[in-house]
């Protein structure tokens, strides 16, 4: 994947568990596997062009299948001196650049799923509601050690609005 | 899984919850103790004047009137009466209401009191549930002073303290006497501002703030109010639909006026609230901030203090261009996410050259040698004129029209972002009010070699995106423009916009000086000093 424009010269990215793969692609079995397996009934009694819509589910589900390793391989995270960088994104991509002296509060949540995975998302808040800069999937220890350095990192930075 | 738990507070949290000696607000579920709040602060708590519930009464009896007219309003006609019962029956519900009204207000004045600290303002309120607000001083981000038109014509009104937590974080004291509530505020600015009163015995009478003298610049005529109005894009999308009414009523020959009545009282509710809202626009300058008054029924007097204004822009219609019209709207955190289009106006009806006198009141320097040139080149220019970066020729498929007009140039002090071709935008960000960055490619662009730049500021009308880039210059601006924010913040002025040296009123000398003044018609280069 040629990704140079979205890179940063002279620094490393820290990618996020590959357990994320997982947790999201048992998300996507869930929310349309089933339809798709719900729909198969109907297909089978009336058939015919009611074999569209689990047709339908079943490529989405394959094309989910094959575009969350690599979207989850695209999520990278650097904590630079003042700010903290996000790269998200294959088809839409994404650079953030937040400075940790803007930080609000930082949230960390895990639902369900990722708890039992091990994993959780931390998500930084600015005083602008469009700053989206939330990294899911990281492992515990990691999501509390970042938690940690970004409040730090926040006090020591603080800048006013 | 692994010891660590991210579940567990932070350490820095535990530290907070810890009570602080040094802390001058009291602890939030201490009970209320006027008079005494904290061991090192004395605060001088009042009450909201008496006629608070004489004026909010009028609400209690108009939301009970109306509840029993639509509820039993059918059955009061029915019933077999005489005209002169109901009347009376319908007189007694709204004095039942006023009286309601009028106890819960009584109980609710009696519980509110409010109180002004070194640090904060206080607001003690509530029946049955109370609430104590706190507001930092150092975090207000406008103070507005409203009289809507029953309070107005008694003489009162009510002062609304922003601080930036979004829509409603506010903290409304209503009502005061007209000079009680100028009296508060010049209070409260003078010490959100860093004014230490020295010499002062503790517990002594607080001598009153003396206001910040305030130089009005600017006045909005009624005439060109109106005449803003007409020519708005609002009021060509009107009239488009009014004629494609009148046409559909001459070819179906069928009057239906009912189906379009709810669109055409909607016009015309925004036309007047338009025309209300921004009636008598004042613009001044003091050592507070830039004050604005306007309103034709309900009058407001807003400040907003130095460094408040975290974005601009200055937008103009159609049908604006030919006499050089410009809507100035700015971002305020406070401000954000409260409904009220007026609320977020600058300056509603701007000439080219009232546009250059307001944009130094939010940023005296614009970091360029040629300010005028590149202001021109922001507001109506094409092309890289003046050093605009614009869209590279191959993201004409996305904008065929608008692919040199839209443009960036950033300056040693704000980015300027200009967009439209037929309704033209300036966005202005200054570098130490961003909040943070970011740059996006879709799929197409990504085939184009292109790509836009996000800069984040706090919610409002000004948004400021930058599209369609060529993709290198975009990340070499991202990152830039990154340090750029970063070496601003570090030379930012203080919250308490008069603790810093030399703090006090924007001269109005050096002002003109720097590039307040009249745009040129054609970039004259002599012109420069």
């Given at each position: 994947m040629e990704s140079a424009a979205f890179d940063v010269p002279g620094v490393t990215w820290n990618r996020v568990s590959d357990r994320l793969i997982g947790v999201r692609r048992l998300t996507v079995a869930v929310f349309l596997g089933v339809p798709a397996l719900a729909t198969v009934v109907p297909a089978v009694i009336v058939g015919s062009a009611m074999w569209l819509l689990p047709a339908v589910l079943v490529l989405l589900v394959a094309w989910a299948w094959w575009l969350i390793p690599r979207q989850v391989r695209a999520i990278g995270y650097a904590e630079l001196e003042d700010d903290l960088l996000i790269r998200k994104g294959v088809l839409f991509r994404s650079l953030t650049v937040v400075p940790y002296?803007?930080?609000?509060y930082v949230d960390v949540q895990a639902g369900p799923l990722m708890r039992r995975a091990g994993m959780a998302q931390v998500q930084l808040h600015t005083a602008s509601a469009s700053t989206d800069a939330s990294i899911p999937g990281l492992l515990e220890a990691e999501a509390s050690r970042l938690r940690d350095r970004l409040t730090e990192a926040g006090e020591a930075r603080l800048a006013g609005l | 899984m692994s010891t660590p738990n991210p579940w567990a507070p932070p350490p820095s949290a535990t530290a907070a919850e810890q009570p602080r000696p040094d802390a001058g607000d009291p602890p939030p579920d201490a009970p209320a103790a006027p008079g005494e709040p904290g061991a090192d602060e004395r605060i001088e708590w009042r009450r909201l004047h008496k006629v608070t519930p004489l004026l909010n009464a009028w609400k209690a009896a108009a939301v009970i009137l109306g509840l029993a007219v639509w509820n039993y309003g059918e059955d009061l006609a029915q019933l077999d009466l005489a005209w002169a019962m109901k009347i009376l029956l319908v007189v007694g519900a709204i004095v039942l209401g006023a009286i309601i009204g009028l106890v819960y207000g009584a109980i609710a004045w009696r519980r509110t009191r409010y109180g002004i600290g070194e640090e904060s303002v206080f607001l003690h309120s509530g029946v049955l549930w109370r609430q104590q607000r706190h507001v930092r001083l150092d975090r207000l981000q406008a103070v507005d002073v409203t009289q809507p038109l029953l309070a107005r014509l008694f003489g009162f009104s009510s002062l609304k303290i922003e601080s930036a937590g979004g829509a409603g974080s506010n903290l409304t004291l209503s009502y005061l006497t007209d000079t009680e509530a100028q009296r508060v505020r010049n209070e409260i600015l003078a010490r959100a501002a860093g004014v230490r009163r020295t010499g002062q015995a503790p517990g002594a009478a607080p001598a009153p703030a003396q206001e910040a003298p305030e130089r009005p610049l600017l006045e909005l005529g009624a005439g060109r109010l109106v005449g803003s109005l007409v020519r708005s894009g609002f009021m060509i999308v009107t009239i488009l639909l009014v004629a494609g009414l009148v046409l559909a009523i001459a070819l179906t020959?069928?009057?239906?006026l009912a189906g379009a009545l709810p669109g055409v009282l909607a016009a015309v509710g925004y036309a007047w609230s338009r025309f209300a809202g921004e009636f008598s626009f004042r613009l001044g300058l003091s050592a507070d901030g830039i004050r604005l008054r306007h309103g034709l029924l309900e009058a407001k007097a807003r400040t907003v203090p130095p460094g408040r204004v975290q974005a601009l822009s200055f937008s103009q219609p159609p049908l604006w261009r030919r006499k050089g019209w410009w809507r100035v709207r700015m971002n305020v955190a406070g401000y954000?996410?409260?409904?009220?289009?007026?609320?977020?106006?600058?300056?509603p009806v701007a000439t080219t050259e009232e546009v250059a006198l307001i944009l130094p009141l939010v940023l005296?320097?614009?970091?360029?040698?040629?300010p005028l040139e590149v202001l021109q080149a922001a507001l109506t220019g094409t092309g890289t004129d003046e050093g605009f970066i614009i869209s590279p020729r191959r993201a004409r498929v996305f904008d065929p029209l608008t692919w040199r007009r839209n443009g960036v140039r950033i300056t040693d002090t704000a980015v300027l972002i200009r967009t439209g071709l037929w309704w033209r935008t300036l966005a202005v960000v200054p570098?130490?009010?961003?909040?943070s960055l970011a740059m996006t490619q879709g799929p197409l662009e990504r085939r184009r070699g292109l790509a836009g730049v996000d800069l984040h500021s706090t919610s409002g009308p000004v948004t400021a995106t930058i599209v369609h880039l060529d993709v290198e210059t975009a990340r070499t601006l991202l990152l830039e423009q990154a340090e750029r924010a970063r070496r601003a913040r570090r030379h930012a002025g203080p919250e308490r916009w008069m603790s810093r040296r030399g703090g006090g009123e924007p001269d109005a000398a050096a002002l003109r000086a720097g590039y307040a003044g009249v745009l040129p018609a054609v970039p004259a280069r002599e012109e420069m000093p």
């Open positions: 002296g803007r930080m609000q | 020959r069928t009057f239906q954000g996410g409260e409904g009220e289009e007026t609320t977020t106006v600058l300056y005296p320097d614009l970091g360029t040698d040629r570098h130490e009010r961003t909040q």
